[in-house]
């Protein structure tokens, strides 16, 4: 079946430093979206990429959605202490109705 | 605007037991509903999802059931807990037909004993 391969399960960064989460789908999407999980929360939607090779950007926030629509990534930088939490990114393939879950990327900032 | 209710927020259950999430949307009809479960440090497993009033898709055989008696109303069930059942319950919405956001609600922490 279907599949969102995402990259790295953690990362530990200084505040200020940068952040990078990579999906990557077995198959063509239609689009990806990013979602934001803060610790004991629920996941909130940040963003939706559509088309080939776009690049969209939330303040210190950048998205990408590959040429091929198989792979996405989500670039933060100068993180900040509000940006802890799991990022998930998550792909419509061949079904209106299911979204398919990468295993999502917990950002953890050193003290 | 829309809104999403969900709860209870916490439960502790013991094995064997039943149980009964709820789930309500405000705001919007026909939506698509969903029931995700996250186990601790996990990512999302899709569980069930309804296009319609009765109309339920199962994503993972399992002891868990659900139902939707009204439009904006979704229902996880089980008749008896198992301690595999424990985790992070999550009720969703989307729009009827689209591919786009979904909106998740505050979620139920089930812990089965």
């Known amino acids: 079946g279907q599949q969102v391969m995402q990259i790295p399960q953690y990362q530990h960064v200084q505040e200020g430093e940068d952040f990078t989460t990579y999906c990557n789908s077995s198959?063509?999407?239609?689009?990806i979206q990013w979602y934001k999980q803060r610790p004991g929360g629920h996941p909130v939607f940040l963003i939706q990429l559509v088309k080939s090779g776009e690049v969209k950007k939330q303040k210190r926030l950048t998205f990408q959605f590959g040429e091929a629509k198989k792979n996405s990534s989500l670039h933060i930088t100068a993180t900040q202490t509000t940006d802890v939490g799991t990022y998930f990114c998550a792909g419509n393939g061949d079904s209106n109705y299911q979204l398919i879950w990468g295993a999502g990327t917990k950002l953890i900032i050193k003290p | 605007s829309q809104t999403i209710h969900q709860w209870p927020a916490t439960l502790v259950q013991p094995v064997g037991s039943p149980l009964s999430l709820e789930c309500t949307v405000e705001?919007?009809?026909?939506?698509?509903l969903y029931w995700y479960r996250q186990a601790a440090g996990r990512g999302l497993q899709l569980l069930f999802y309804?296009?319609?009033?009765?109309?339920i898709s199962s994503e993972v055989p399992q002891n868990l059931s659900a139902s939707r008696p009204q439009d904006r109303q979704f229902i996880l069930s089980s008749k008896k807990l198992l301690l595999s059942d424990s985790g992070f319950y999550l009720c969703?919405?989307?729009?009827?037909?689209?591919?786009?956001?979904?909106?998740f609600g505050e979620g139920s922490r089930l812990t089965v004993l």
């Open positions: 198959t063509t999407l239609s689009n």
């Open positions: 705001g919007t009809s026909n939506p698509n």
């Open positions: 969703a919405w989307g729009g009827r037909g689209t591919t786009g956001e979904l909106f």
């Open positions: 309804s296009v319609g009033i009765g109309q």
